[in-house]
C-alpha cells in the first residue's frame, strides 16, 4: 500500500510554456501533499504545501504565480509551473502525507528541462 | 526552525559489512519523529526507517537500525549486511508534530553510500 503516482516522469517545453504535473495517491487519501525541488546531488527543497479544498501554502522565496497548485480531491494535487523558462529546468517531487503516522509517501518524481 | 545535518557527503562499505551514517538535528518543539529516507539512481524516494522522538526504544527494521540520542540530537543509521542494492543517497529528515511547521519535513543534505562488491 501508500503508492503515490506521478506524471509525467520526464517533460521537455519551450520557453514560455506552461506544463502541469499530476500526483495522485493510488490507495488512500491525502488531505495534504507536499511539492519539492530537487537539483542535481542536492537535497529536497520544500516548495509548497498542498491542502485538500484550500489555498496552498508556499515556502518563503517561492513564487505563487509561476508554481500553481491545485488540490482539488483527496488523491489529486496538480503543480502547473506557468511560463517556464530554463531556470525552472529541474527535479520536482511530489509526496502525499498518510493518517496519523505523518508519514510522507513519494512520488518517482519528475524531471523538467525548459529550452 | 528546525535543521538536520549530515556531516559525511560520501560513505562507502564492502558488501555484507556493516556501515552507520551520522545525522544531527535541531528542533524546538517537543513532539516530532525522524526518518531515513533512500533514494537510489531511480530518484524515487523510499522510506527506510522511521522513529517517534516520544519512544525511547531504537526503530529496527530488518537490516536497518537507528541510535537515536534526543538529548545529543542524533539520530544515526545502521545498516547490517550490506548489499549492493543498498547503493543509494540517503537522507535524514526531521518532521514537527506541532507548532507553525507541523507535518512538513526539513531533510539533511544527504549521504552518498557506496557498497563494493
Redesign the interface.
Known sequence: GAVVSQHPSWVICKSGTSVKIECRSLDFQAT?M?WYR?FP????M?MA?SNEGSKATYEQGVEKDKFLINHASLTLSTLTVTSAHPEDSS?Y?C?A?RGF??????G??TRLSVL | AQTVTQSQPEMSVQEAETVTLSCTYDTSESDYYLFWYKQPPSRQMILVIRQEAYKQQNATENRFSVNFQKAAKSFSLKISDSQLGDAAMYFCACLNAGGTSYGKLTFGQGTILTVHP
Open positions: 495534504t507536499f530537487q546531488k542536492q537535497s529536497l520544500l504545501t527535479f517531487i509526496s502525507r503516522k505523518n508519514i510522507q509517501y513519494f518517482a518524481g
